[in-house]
Every structure is written in C-alpha cells, then in structure tokens.
T-cell receptor, first 114, second 117 residues
C-alpha cells in the first residue's frame, strides 16, 4: 500500500525567506506527482504536476523536483510571502487498471510571518 | 471555466437522517471523485467514477452511496451516518484521455463540511 509522508509537518518562516518542503513515497510505481495548496476549510488548488519521466517543474516562485527511484520530491518556494501561508500537500498518482487514484501526503502547514 | 461546485457548503444531520451532497462540473471531464478529509489530515479517496461508471470503491461503508446520473453531476447519498463521519467531503474531476490520462490534473471543489450529531 502506498504511503506518502511530508516533512516538516509545520513550518513558520519570516517573509522573504526561501524554503523547501519534502515529500517521500514508498511505492515508486507512480505516473505523476502533484503539489497542492489548501487554505483552511477550503478545497485544493493544484500548484505543479511532475510526470514520472520528468525531474522538475517550475511555476513562478515555485519549483518542484522529483526523484522517482528514491521516492522523493521537494517543493521549493522562493521569496516567501504572507499569502503563501497554507497547507501544502503532495499526492502521487497510480493506476489500478480501470481508473487512476491519488494518494495524498500528510501535509506541511506553512506560516509566513511579516 | 475550471470550476467544480459543491452544495451545500455546510450540513448538520442526525444519525437517522437521509441527506445528499451534490457536485457539478461543466469542464467536460469524464472522471469524478469523492474524498473524505478529517481535520488536520490529508484527503482520503472514497469513490471514483469513470464515464459515469463506478470504477473504484475504497471499501467505503454502505451508509455512503454514490451516484453519477450524468457526466456533469455526482451525488453522495448519506443515510444512518455516525458522528465519526463528520468531515470535509471533497469532490474532484479530471479528464480521461486514454492517451494522456496520466498527465491530467484533478480539479477540486470547495467541499461540504458535514457534522453528524
């Protein structure tokens, strides 16, 4: 059974700092990995999707990397802002023969302070 | 339009009630999903519909009954729930292109916050 873990569970940084969130998964037979953002009590917003054949993806101040063989991904956030405060979730996609499914990580709660 | 809508936003129900959650998307997606999220936990997959057919049921108790009446609509019928079923219920949708399904991202709705008394 796939297990996805994120470290750290919570993180507080001052505005302007660069930071790295970590995600690890136990079964490397994945098709892609996504990073999502969730604001309190809200739905999920997709940030980046990395295919299993790719090493990294970039969108604005966000950069995500994937090392499928070692079961690891990182999300790098440059020049953090208070608006980045949210919970960040990674999720891996697998296929069971009839449909795809996402397994989510445990999440990192980020607080960016002024 | 990349929106998935869910109604109601909040729901309080007793253990003997019957209620339904509704999810709608107009992006032409042919896969729709129900997730359950407890406080401070990640979402957990409950059901997947592909082309209006149930393709994944993650051993969900029968007091939760999904229904996909057409390609835009997904319902979750609730009956005889327990207090531990209180959670945020999230709906999502995605394309099902047989050539590139693995590239497709899931779009999530804002969720229905359910409280079972």
């Amino acid at each position: 059974k796939q297990e996805v873990t994120q470290i750290p569970a919570a993180l507080s940084v001052p505005e302007g700092e660069n930071l790295v969130l970590n995600c690890s998964f136990t079964d490397s037979a994945i098709y892609n990995l996504q990073w999502f953002r969730q604001d309190p009590g809200k739905g999920l917003t997709s940030l980046l999707l990395i295919q299993s054949s790719q090493r990294e993806q970039t969108s604005g101040r966000l950069n995500a990397s994937l090392d499928k063989s070692s079961g690891r991904s990182t999300l790098y956030i440059a020049a953090s802002q208070p608006g980045d405060s949210a919970t960040y979730l990674c999720a891996v996609k697998q296929f069971n023969g009839t449909a795809s499914k996402l397994t989510f990580g445990t999440g990192t709660r980020l607080q960016v302070t002024l | 339009d990349t929106e998935v809508t869910q109604t109601p936003k909040h729901l309080v129900m007793g253990m003997t009630n019957k209620k339904s959650l509704k999810c709608e998307q107009h992006m032409g997606h042919r896969a729709m999903y129900w997730y359950k999220q407890k406080a401070k936990k990640p979402p957990e997959l409950m059901f997947v519909y592909s082309y209006e057919k149930l393709s994944i049921n993650e051993s969900v108790p029968s007091r939760f009954s999904p229904e996909c009446p057409n390609s835009s609509l997904l319902n979750l019928h609730l009956h005889a729930l327990q207090p531990e079923d209180s959670a945020l219920y999230l709906c999502a949708s995605s394309q099902v292109d047989r050539e590139s399904w693995y590239q497709e991202t899931q779009y999530f709705g804002p969720g229905t916050r359910l409280l079972v008394l």
